[in-house]
């Protein structure tokens, strides 16, 4: 069974992140409260999602454990292969209906703040994903995540 296992905003770029118990994802605006809020460059940039699988592979790479916020997506996920859906969209909870786009590709900025040397090296291509908000709703945590298309 695919889920959320955490939801994470941020109101300002710089400003660390953190968790809420759920949030409001508004079609063509992205997540209510979050630094990107009617602020993005393209559609892709409204909410990003990464697999709580990644992070733990990555963690056992590096034997060191990172708390999941400090990987600035807004969604952690568990049990959906992320970046196997580009192109495809996914169901969350009862209403949210998202597009995934492309892959997320980790920053210089996440290594500096991180402090872990060849963190961009070792992320490439598992960092997560950038989606679209097809369809307005709330999610919440344990939400089921379903693979529409």
């Known amino acids: ?3 959320i296992k955490k939801i994470n905003i941020t ?3 710089e400003a660390d992140t953190f968790y ?3 949030a409001y994802l508004e079609s ?3 997540i209510v409260g979050d630094r990107y809020y009617n602020n993005y460059e393209k559609p892709s940039n409204q909410i990003t999602l990464i697999e709580q699988e990644i992070i733990e592979d990555f963690e056992k790479k590096i034997n060191q454990k990172i708390e999941h916020k400090d990987f600035r997506r807004n969604v952690i996920t568990e049990g959906i292969p992320l970046t196997k859906l580009i192109n495809k969209k996914i169901q969350i909870g009862n ?3 998202l597009k995934i786009h492309e892959i997320c590709q980790p920053c210089h900025y996440l290594q500096k703040k991180l402090k872990i040397d060849n963190l961009v090296k070792l992320l490439v291509n598992k960092s997560g994903v950038k989606a679209e908000i097809i369809t307005s709703g709330k999610i919440k945590i344990n939400d089921k ?3 529409l298309d």
């Open 1 to 3: 069974m695919s889920i």
């Open 20 to 22: 809420i118990e759920e």
């Open 11 to 13: 109101a300002k770029s």
């Open 28 to 30: 063509n605006a992205g």
């Open 145 to 147: 995540l379903i693979i």
């Open 95 to 97: 209403e949210v209906v």
